[in-house]
């Protein structure tokens, strides 16, 4: 059964830094990998998705990678600002189940300080 | 604005009640989904419905029951078989196949 961990649980850092966000998965059959931002009491906004062919994708500020042979995803937020504060959660979508749903990480909650 | 709409956005009951959260989506999708989300954790998945009139059981699906009556719709009873059901209750749709998941904004279940 596919597992996701999210590594640190919470995160803070000063405005203007450059972040990772770390993701890895048991199981590397996935056919893609999806990040999505949370704001609190809110559902979830896809951030970007990686196909399992790819290496990575970009939007904005943000980069996500995609590693499969050794159950990795990182997401790359370039210049923080205090608006990049939530919660970060990544998902895979693994190939061999017929339902189609995501397996979640429990999330990286960020806080970026002023 | 198409879009996934879950109301009430907090709902309260009292233990051995069933409750119905609402599902409706105008995006035209095929596929509906609902997860359960407990502080700190991530989302599971309660039931899933690829098409009308067809849903499946997720990983915790104990407790709970869904219809699928119409493509729109897809709401979730919460029932009093439920051991802790107070949660945030997210629902999800797609146009089907491996397609990106839109989400609602969400319910915060309180029982007590």
């Known amino acids: 059964k596919q597992e996701v961990t999210q590594i640190p649980a919470a995160l803070s850092v000063p405005e203007g830094e450059n972040l990772v966000l770390n993701c890895s998965f048991t199981d590397s059959a996935i056919y893609n990998l999806q990040w999505f931002r949370q704001d609190p009491g809110k559902g979830l906004t896809s951030l970007l998705l990686?196909?399992?062919?790819?290496r990575e994708q970009t939007s904005g500020r943000l980069n996500a990678s995609l590693d499969k042979s050794s159950g990795r995803s990182t997401l790359y937020i370039a210049a923080s600002q205090p608006g990049d504060s939530a919660t970060y959660l990544c998902?895979?979508?693994?190939?061999?189940?017929?339902?189609?749903?995501?397996?979640f990480g429990s999330g990286t909650r960020l806080q970026v300080q002023p | 604005d198409g879009g996934i709409t879950q109301s009430p956005k907090y709902l309260f009951r009292k233990e051995g009640q069933n409750v119905t959260l609402s599902c409706e989506q105008n995006?035209?999708?095929?596929?509906m989904y609902w997860y359960r989300q407990d502080p700190g954790q991530g989302l599971r998945l309660i039931y899933y419905s690829q098409i009308v009139n067809d849903f499946q059981k997720g990983d915790i699906a104990e407790g709970y029951s869904v219809s699928r009556e119409k493509k729109e719709s897809f709401p979730l009873t919460v029932t009093s078989a439920q051991k802790n059901p107070t949660a945030f209750y997210l629902c999800?749709?797609?146009?089907?196949?491996?397609?990106?998941?839109?989400f609602g904004n969400g319910t915060r279940l309180t029982v007590t």
């Open positions: 995006l035209n999708h095929d596929a």
């Open positions: 990686i196909q399992s062919s790819q």
């Open positions: 999800a749709s797609s146009i089907g196949g491996y397609s990106p998941l839109h």
């Open positions: 998902a895979a979508t693994d190939m061999d189940t017929g339902r189609r749903a995501l397996t």
